[in-house]
């Protein structure tokens, strides 16, 4: 109660103190001097301050005042800048007078592939599609070999399928979402983020810690957005060629089309096939599943600018096919059989979500926004003689209203939104032949606060409270606070609690491709009789940019920690079972980064990064770290391009290093002796790199490798010999199983 009341009082205190006085004025064109006729856009600041306004379509503006404001500036492109002495709080009214000798000027800048505001409140950066060119970037799982901040690890020896990682935790405690509607969860929490490919990809925000209320209460350790291309902003024609050494291919094509002034609408198609057979460890398994994949998504858009609405409508169908195991394996005479070991994933997924925004034209402050999406996941797999079928429908609907209070330095948010899943799961292993049922729904209300006094602080503050049939009721605060100490310099704080479902079975389906059995503690629980995951999650952050030899650069410090006051333990421990149990005990994930981020020369860029993690959780054994997790990394990215030509042309060229630090591996030590594992891993180091040649602004082909070192984990497939056997285990994966791989590509559009 006392942490409730104590994040009710900070939403509250800042607007009982922070009432100002306000000025208002009309800015208007001396060339059309009627009384109505104001100019919309015109910059308007306190002279020698950072509080500002911009005027709106009819030319008023609203902007803060106090006594010793004295002087207002009045700018405009093409127009001369006036500073007018403001005497008494009577509504201004001044035009402003056209420049009669303006040269033009053309500026040239480079945007940065990442951006990272020091400006926001939230620990937060964006990846734009510049970055994302830098690699192969096939799916969203693939669009993070650049970014040290997301960890890329194999979830299993058959799948291929990358699981992400952010501050030492597991996609599950993220919130992921495409265009702030939460898309990877539930019953595509392994495969999810391959099924959304690269080139739909606009730019994607990542945020660290604790996330905002308004997009619910599941996020533990961060969020990942990925805003999707739009119709009016994309290509007219797009296609992207990809082919690799591992066999795999694919091909995507965008078609955009006006539909009329404010309609525009697009179709975006992906395929992507491999039917070659490789195993280059020697183990008699396929080094990478036989997949096919086609992936089709219809999108409108609506904008009225005038108005002030804006509207997407997605419309999208998937079918992904997988088969692994054994070479000799044909599921048309094996499935089912001990002849050969073999698995199938096949996965049927519809979505269709909606989005519609209005501004409210007279007050360009306020806003609202409502979103709703539906989904229908069904996937049947089985994996040997075990099997794991799910289907998940979800519906999520979304209401938000944004304004401010008194003036723009204050602004909040507010709605309502209801989630509802319905799942239906079999699970057959050794020893387990269970189905498991249930549906979920949650309603909730949320409040956000934010408060930025334009030139050191800044904060944001957010409470939720949900009514949930299977979680109960209960309230999610979250807190950031920004603070500029010295020029150039950031310090961020966030503190925030969240609370979720564990998906036993969805998010750890890896132990189906393995001999051990399943043992459920139920403690009577609604969710396969445990109870649900909560954690809090703080962190401190400071930024700080730099000049160093007449370059550019920047540094982050970042610490996080999430404890967990309640968990759902995958016990790995025990070679023959895997065991899920609620957390009697502790279990306290710390990491820590520093990244550098310097422009080492015109078009030449160095990112770098160190992270270290200290991850440790009660078992029914003790306490043990974390396993296959690093206990450090180090990440280097270099990249270089030349100058554009007249037609556009140039040359890019990118290199990354990792250095993966130690892993503790499962205990292995009940196996027979041919069957363990030591007790930790080896370091090992990836280099990846690409070249690309751009031949104009319509044409580009690239070219690149992967695992260039060539690094190849040991016996990846505990069992291989015998896969029907007690010691078969597929799910201790630590280090790439294919090795070196080249890619090539193309890309063509029309503008």
């Not at 799948?159 to 599950?172: D, F, H, K, N």
């Not at 209070?405 to 269970?434: H, M, P, Q, V």
């Not at 030509?645 to 630090?661: A, K, V």
Request: hydrophobic share 35%.
């Amino acid at each position: 109660m006392k942490k409730i009341l104590g994040t009710i009082f900070l939403l509250l205190f800042p607007i009982v103190i922070l009432s100002q006085t306000n000025f208002k004025g009309m800015i208007m064109d001396q060339n059309n001097p009627k009384e109505n006729f104001g100019v919309e856009g015109a910059s308007i600041h306190w002279l020698n301050t950072n509080v500002s306004a911009i005027t709106n379509h009819k030319g008023w503006f609203t902007i803060n005042y106090k006594s010793t404001y004295k002087k207002l500036v009045v700018s405009y492109v093409g127009y001369k800048t006036d500073t007018i002495a403001i005497n008494n709080l009577e509504p201004l009214r001044h035009f402003i007078t056209p420049e009669n000798n303006l040269e033009e000027i053309t500026l040239k800048s480079k945007r940065k592939s990442i951006q990272r505001s020091f400006l926001s409140t939230v620990n937060a950066f964006t990846v734009n599609q510049e970055e994302l060119l830098k690699a192969a970037c096939c799916n969203l799982a693939e669009s993070f070999e650049t970014n040290p901040s997301i960890d890329i690890s194999f979830s299993d020896a058959l799948t291929g399928a990358r699981q992400i990682e952010m501050l030492g935790l597991q996609s599950p405690y993220l919130l992921i979402t495409q265009e702030n509607i939460p898309s990877v969860r539930g019953a595509s929490q392994v495969f999810g983020m391959t099924f959304t490919p690269g080139t739909w990809v606009e730019s994607i925000q990542i945020s660290k810690g604790a996330g905002s209320v308004v997009n619910g209460f599941e996020s533990i350790s961060g969020q990942i957005n990925a805003e999707l291309v739009k119709p009016f902003t994309d290509n007219k024609f797009f296609v992207n060629a990809y082919g690799s050494q591992m066999g795999r291919l694919e091909l995507n094509t965008h078609f955009n089309q006006r539909v009329s002034d404010k309609w525009q609408t697009g179709l975006y198609i992906h395929g992507n096939y491999r039917e070659q057979k490789f195993d280059r460890n020697n183990d008699n398994f396929l080094d990478n599943p036989l997949a096919n994949q086609i992936n089709i998504m219809n999108r409108w858009q609506f904008t009225d600018a005038e108005k002030g609405w804006v509207s997407f409508i997605n419309v999208r169908f998937m079918n992904d096919e997988k088969q692994t195991g054994e070479l000799d394996f044909n599921p048309d005479i094996d499935k089912g059989t001990t002849n050969n070991w073999g698995s199938e994933i096949n996965t049927n997924r519809f979505d269709i979500s909606g989005k519609l925004g209005y501004v409210f034209p007279e007050i360009p402050y306020q806003s609202l926004g409502f979103q709703m999406a539906y989904s229908n996941h069904q996937q049947d797999s089985y994996f040997g003689l075990n099997t794991y079928d799910i289907q998940h429908q979800s519906l999520y609907s979304n209401f938000i209203f944004n304004s401010i209070i008194g003036d723009t330095r204050t602004k909040f948010k507010t709605g309502l939104s209801f989630t509802y899943d319905k799942y239906d799961e079999l699970a057959i292993a050794r020893n387990f032949n269970r189905k498991f049922d249930r549906n979920e729904n949650s309603l909730g209300a949320f409040f956000e606060y934010a408060f930025d006094n334009l030139e050191d602080f800044s904060l944001t503050a957010g409470l939720r409270i949900d009514t949930h049939n299977l979680l109960g009721t209960f309230i999610t605060p979250r807190l950031h606070l920004r603070y500029v100490p010295w020029e150039k310099g950031v310090l961020r704080a966030s503190a925030g609690r969240g609370k979720r479902s564990g998906n036993i079975f969805a998010e750890n389906q890896q132990l189906f491709a393995s001999s051990r059995q399943i043992n459920i503690d139920d403690v009577g629980g609604n969710i396969y009789g445990l109870n649900p995951e909560i954690a809090w999650n703080y962190g401190v952050s400071y930024s700080q940019k730099f000049n160093l030899f007449e370059n550019k650069g920047d540094i982050t410090f970042d610490f996080y920690q999430t404890n967990f006051q309640n968990q759902v333990i995958v016990d790995w421990e025990n070679p023959q079972e895997v065991s899920f149990y609620n957390l009697d005990g502790k279990s306290i994930a710390n990491s820590f980064q520093v990244e550098v981020n310097y422009n080492l020369a015109k078009n030449f860029n160095l990112r770098t990064a160190y992270k270290y993690f200290d991850i440790t959780l009660d078992y029914t054994k003790g306490n043990l770290q974390k396993p296959i997790q690093p206990k450090d990394r180090f990440f280097v990215n270099l990249s270089y391009e030349t100058e554009k030509q007249e037609n556009d042309s140039q040359w890019r060229f990118d290199l990354t290093f990792n250095n993966i630090g130690k892993q503790r591996l499962p205990n292995t030590g009940s196996n027979p002796i041919q069957y363990q594992l030591p007790e930790y891993s080896n370091p090992f180091q990836l280099l990846n790199s690409q070249v690309t040649k751009v031949f104009s602004d319509k044409f580009e082909v690239y070219f690149g490798g992967e695992n260039l070192t060539n690094v190849q984990q040991n016996n990846p497939i505990l069992g291989s010999d015998n896969p029907f056997g007690s010691n078969f285990d597929t799910t201790i994966v630590y280090a790439p199983i294919f090795g070196r791989s080249i890619y090539a590509g193309l890309r063509f559009k029309i503008n």
